[in-house]
C-alpha cells in the first residue's frame, strides 16, 4: 500500500495523472468567461498541470524549464488565448510607451535610413520611443527581445524583416502584443504588414527595357527565398513571358542586395562571351556597383548596357550617369506601419492584412533604347 501511494504520489507531481493540457485547458473554456483578456496565469497553470510559478518561468526565462513542461505551458497558453503581456501591464500603472523596431541582418542602411525616419516621425508624435532591435548573428540577440517582450517591457512592435524574433520555441508574438510587419510580410500569417507590390514594380522595370528593344537581359537577384526576391523574380518572369521570351533569354546573377553582390556580378557579366544589353537589378546598390564595376571595364552605360536599379536611395542621383530606378515610398512604409501599429496599440482591428503602397519609375540616364 505505501508502495503504491508512493507511485500516485510521484505521478501527481510530475503531472503524468492529469489529461493532456489540451484537453484541460478546454475544460477551463467552457467555465471561462468569453473574453480572453480575464484569463489569469492560474488558468493556464491549472490547464498544464504546473503551478503559477512555473507558468511564469517558463514564459519569462524558458532556458530554466524542462522542454516538455515549457511545451505543455505554451500550449496551455495558446489554447486559452492567454496575453501574458496583458498580466504585465496591469502590474504597472500604465504602458511603457517603447516601440520595438526589428531590423533583419544585413539590411542595407542606405534604404532603410529613410524607412526609420517614418517610423520614428509617426510613432514620437503620439508620444512613443523607439527601440532598436537587430536580427544579427550576435549570440543572445533574439533571446534579448524575446525577454524584453515577455518581461512586459514593450507595447508593440515593428518587424522590417521576414520572421519575428524568437527564443526557445517562443516568438514575440506568442506575448501577444501588437505588432506589424514593415517592407516584407512576416512568418506569422496573422500579423498585418505594410509593403510595395514588389511584383508590379519589377514588372515596370523589365517592361521599360523590352520596350526599349533589349531582348536579352541580366537579372541581379536578391537573397534566395527572401519575400521580396520572390514577388520581384516573379514579376521579372511575368514580364519576359508577356514577350514571348523564355530561359534562354536572360542570365540570373545571385545576390543579397548589397554592394558586394554587384560587383561580384559585375566581375562575372564582364566574363561572358555573350553579354545581356539591358540589366534588371532588385536594388540600387547593387545597380550602382554593378554599373561602375562593368564601366571601369570598358563598357558604357546606357550605350552599351542598360541598368534600372529598384529602390531610389539618393546615391542614384549623384553617380554618373544617374540611376533610372523604382522609386519606393520609403518614408510612407515607415510612418504607415507606425500609425498603424498604433491603431492595434488602442485596439481596433487592422483594416486589411496587407497594405500595399505603389512605387513609381525615376526615369534618368542609365537605361536606353538597345544598341542597333
Given at each position: 500500500m505505501a508502495e503504491l501511494f508512493r507511485s500516485f504520489a510521484s505521478r501527481l507531481e510530475n503531472g503524468s495523472l492529469m489529461p493532456p493540457a489540451k484537453e484541460r485547458a478546454r475544460r477551463i473554456q467552457r467555465r471561462a468567461p468569453r473574453d480572453v483578456s480575464k484569463i489569469r496565469?492560474?488558468?493556464?497553470?491549472?490547464?498544464?498541470?504546473?503551478?503559477?510559478?512555473?507558468?511564469?518561468?517558463?514564459?519569462?526565462?524558458?532556458?530554466?524549464?524542462?522542454?516538455?513542461?515549457?511545451?505543455?505551458?505554451?500550449?496551455?497558453?495558446?489554447?486559452?488565448?492567454?496575453?501574458?503581456?496583458?498580466?504585465?501591464?496591469?502590474?504597472?500603472?500604465?504602458?511603457?510607451?517603447?516601440?520595438?523596431?526589428?531590423?533583419?541582418?544585413?539590411?542595407?542602411?542606405?534604404?532603410?535610413?529613410?524607412?526609420?525616419?517614418?517610423?520614428?516621425?509617426?510613432?514620437?508624435?503620439?508620444?512613443?520611443?523607439?527601440?532598436?532591435?537587430?536580427?544579427?548573428?550576435?549570440?543572445?540577440?533574439?533571446?534579448?527581445?524575446?525577454?524584453?517582450?515577455?518581461?512586459?517591457h514593450i507595447d508593440g512592435a515593428l518587424v522590417l524583416a521576414s520572421t519575428v524574433p524568437s527564443h526557445a520555441g517562443r516568438t514575440i508574438a506568442d506575448s501577444g502584443i501588437?505588432?506589424?510587419?514593415?517592407?516584407?510580410?512576416?512568418?506569422?500569417?496573422?500579423?498585418?504588414?505594410?509593403?510595395?507590390?514588389?511584383?508590379?514594380?519589377?514588372?515596370?522595370?523589365?517592361?521599360?527595357l523590352l520596350d526599349r528593344g533589349h531582348r536579352y537581359l541580366a537579372y541581379l537577384a536578391g537573397p534566395r527565398g527572401n519575400y521580396n526576391e520572390r514577388h520581384r523574380y516573379a514579376g521579372f518572369q511575368a514580364e519576359i513571358a508577356a514577350a514571348g521570351l523564355g530561359p534562354d533569354d536572360f542570365v540570373r546573377f545571385e545576390g543579397s542586395y548589397d554592394f558586394a553582390s554587384g560587383i561580384a556580378s559585375g566581375k562575372a557579366f564582364l566574363a561572358l562571351e555573350r553579354r545581356p544589353t539591358g540589366v534588371v537589378a532588385t536594388s540600387d546598390e547593387m545597380a550602382i556597383a554593378f554599373m561602375t564595376t562593368i564601366r571601369r571595364g570598358g563598357l558604357r552605360v546606357p550605350q552599351d548596357v542598360s541598368i534600372v536599379g529598384f529602390d531610389g536611395i539618393e546615391l542614384g542621383d549623384f553617380i554618373e550617369p544617374t540611376l533610372t530606378t523604382i522609386r519606393q515610398p520609403r518614408f510612407d512604409l515607415g510612418s504607415t506601419g507606425a500609425k498603424l501599429l498604433l491603431q492595434l496599440m488602442r485596439g481596433e482591428a487592422a483594416p486589411q492584412r496587407l497594405t500595399m503602397l505603389k512605387g513609381a519609375l525615376d526615369e534618368r540616364e542609365s537605361a536606353g533604347p538597345v544598341k542597333a
Open positions: 496565469i492560474g488558468d493556464v497553470a491549472r490547464a498544464a498541470g504546473v503551478s503559477t510559478a512555473t507558468v511564469s518561468r517558463a514564459l519569462t526565462f524558458p532556458d530554466r524549464v524542462q522542454a516538455e513542461t515549457r511545451e505543455r505551458v505554451l500550449a496551455a497558453v495558446r489554447d486559452l488565448g492567454y496575453t501574458p503581456n496583458t498580466a504585465a501591464r496591469q502590474l504597472r500603472a500604465g504602458s511603457s510607451r517603447t516601440v520595438l523596431v526589428v531590423v533583419g541582418p544585413r539590411r542595407n542602411p542606405p534604404f532603410f535610413s529613410e524607412v526609420l525616419r517614418g517610423i520614428d516621425v509617426a510613432l514620437s508624435q503620439a508620444g512613443y520611443a523607439v527601440l532598436m532591435g537587430n536580427l544579427d548573428s550576435i549570440d543572445g540577440k533574439e533571446k534579448y527581445l524575446v525577454d524584453l517582450v515577455f518581461g512586459g501588437p505588432i506589424v510587419g514593415v517592407c516584407a510580410e512576416t512568418d506569422v500569417p496573422d500579423i498585418p504588414a505594410v509593403v510595395v507590390d514588389d511584383e508590379v514594380c519589377c514588372r515596370a522595370q523589365t517592361r521599360y
